[in-house]
T-cell receptor, first 110, second 112 residues
Framework: DAKTTQPPSMDCAEGRAANLPCNHS???????VYWYRQIHSQGPQYIIH???NNETNEMASLIITEDRKSSTLILPHATLRDTAVYYC???????????FGEGTQLTVNP | ETGVTQTPRHLVMGMTNKKSLKCEQH?????MYWYKQSAKKPLELMFV???????ENNSVPSRFSPECPNSSHLFLHLHTLQPEDSALYLC???????????FGPGTRLTVT
């Protein structure tokens, strides 16, 4: 699986958009970009995934660059409950293995 | 979120004890996973089961023994553990393949 690089921490004001970047410069054509988050001491929660196109669901939007070497997760209106560690993971289309890194600790401030 | 449940939520055991962790999924999935999360470390994949068959053992010591009797249930049998095995043990399920995984709340294990 491609290695992903994320900033260790970010802050965001409540009600503003949170933009979490992820670099995956070695991603291959058969790897999806998945995003999960983990609120303190709970199980990780699936957020969104994509291959080439931008994706949006009720939780977030995922913007993938045209060369697929980086992506951005957007939480359009961050709330205090969005404070969590956010993981960006590259997952092969042929397998089910998820390799978690350190992620980004997002802190939403009032 | 009750799609994946784990019991017990907390467990304290001595190094000579034998205990089991239980995971149950109510999502109709056919793949199940065990992960370990030690303090201040990333989640580590331990085992993968697809259609009740173990397809991946990530070099896990034999003192951890998984069992998958059917697609809805997954167990992790523990014996003669070490203090460094203290961690949050997470179960997840998905459809087989590169699909989103749904995690349980985890079992916080302390080995004394």
């Amino acid at each position: 699986d491609a290695k992903t690089t994320q900033p260790p921490s970010m802050d965001c004001a409540e009600g503003r958009a949170a933009n979490l970047p992820c670099n995956h410069s070695t991603i291959s054509g058969n790897e999806y970009v998945y995003w999960y988050r983990q609120i303190h001491s709970q199980g990780p929660q699936y957020i969104i995934h994509g291959l080439k196109n931008n994706e949006t669901n009720e939780m977030a939007s995922l913007i993938i660059t045209e060369d697929r070497k980086s992506s951005t997760l957007i939480l359009p209106h961050a709330t205090l409950r969005d404070t969590a560690v956010y993981y960006c993971i590259a997952q092969e289309t042929s397998g089910s293995r998820l390799t978690f890194g350190e992620g980004t600790q997002l802190t939403v401030n009032p | 979120e009750t799609g994946v449940t784990q019991t017990p939520r907390h467990l304290v055991m001595g190094m000579t004890n034998k205990k089991s962790l239980k995971c149950e999924q109510h999502l109709g999935h056919n793949a199940m996973y065990w992960y370990k999360q030690s303090a201040k470390k990333p989640l580590e994949l331990m085992f993968v089961y697809n259609f009740k068959e173990q397809t991946e053992n990530n070099s896990v010591p034999s003192r951890f023994s998984p069992e998958c009797p059917n697609s809805s249930h997954l167990f992790l049998h523990l014996h003669t553990l070490q203090p460094e095995d203290s961690a949050l043990y997470l179960c997840a399920s998905s459809q087989v393949g590169p699909r989103e995984q749904y995690f349980g709340p985890g079992t916080r294990l302390t080995v004394t």
